[in-house]
């Protein structure tokens, strides 16, 4: 089943502006993973962030996760044509398979 | 550094014809293994798990089956192939559990 649910399902947005996708869950959770997926292409992992863990950079990425609102979110500043692509979250919950669980993913736009 | 490999990139499959789709790593020792599958316009779903040699996990039940005959080889098969096995087939490997997890470049299977 899916744990993570993306939101908004679709972004469209100007280049250099930032982004901005969210993603709810529903049990605990060891950590929650942020993947990039270009169309038709494999997934490239962007962040882990871990449980215990509030926030998380890495270049020009920005994630945040609030566990007692089972939520995440993903920050892209400064948007670049080449962002364009379909973002999931995934989870490793406590207790459950030894594997990831996505959402079905928000798919970015950025325009010219 | 480490890298993985799947094989076939696309394949295309009459219904009731035999599976075998291949991933190897290379790089590391004892990875742990998965298979996921993404549907059109979909998250992907884990199908199966493997933590060492002949150690395989089943997350769903299917028409595929998944084997470890090698430490860094995974092998996804199925004996007759439906129609709704169609979809994206990707490995992915982790160094251990609750570690970010790797993905291959896929295999697009198309069933007719």
């Known amino acids: 089943s899916q744990q993570g649910e993306e939101d908004p399902q679709a972004l469209s947005i100007q280049e250099g502006e930032n982004a901005t996708m969210n993603c709810s869950y529903k049990?605990?959770?060891?950590?929650l993973q942020w993947y990039r997926q270009n169309s038709g292409r494999g997934l490239v992992h962007l962040i882990l962030?871990?449980?215990?863990?509030r926030e998380k950079h890495s270049g020009r990425l920005r994630v945040t996760l609030d566990t007692s609102k089972k939520s995440s979110s993903l920050l892209i500043t400064a948007s670049r044509a080449a962002d364009t692509a379909s973002y999931f979250c995934?989870?490793?919950?406590?207790?459950?398979?030894?594997?990831?669980?996505f959402g079905k993913g928000t798919h970015l736009i950025i325009q010219p | 550094s480490q890298t993985i490999h799947q094989w076939p990139a696309t394949l295309v499959q009459p219904v009731g014809s035999p599976l075998s789709l291949e991933c190897t790593v290379e790089g590391t020792s004892n990875p742990n293994l998965y298979w996921y599958r993404q549907a059109a316009g979909r998250g992907l779903q884990l199908l199966f798990y493997?933590?060492?040699?002949?150690?395989i996990s089943s997350e769903v039940p299917q028409n595929l089956s998944a084997s470890r005959p090698q430490d860094r080889q995974f092998i996804l098969s199925s004996k007759k192939l439906l129609l709704s096995d169609s979809g994206f087939y990707l490995c992915?490997?982790?160094?251990?559990?609750?570690?970010?997890?790797?993905f291959g470049p896929g295999t697009r299977l198309l069933v007719l």
């Open positions: 962030i871990r449980s215990n863990e």
């Open positions: 995934a989870t490793d919950a406590v207790g459950g398979a030894d594997g990831l669980t």
């Open positions: 049990t605990s959770i060891n950590n």
């Open positions: 992915a490997w982790s160094p251990r559990r609750w570690e970010t997890q790797y």
């Open positions: 493997s933590v060492g040699i002949g150690q």
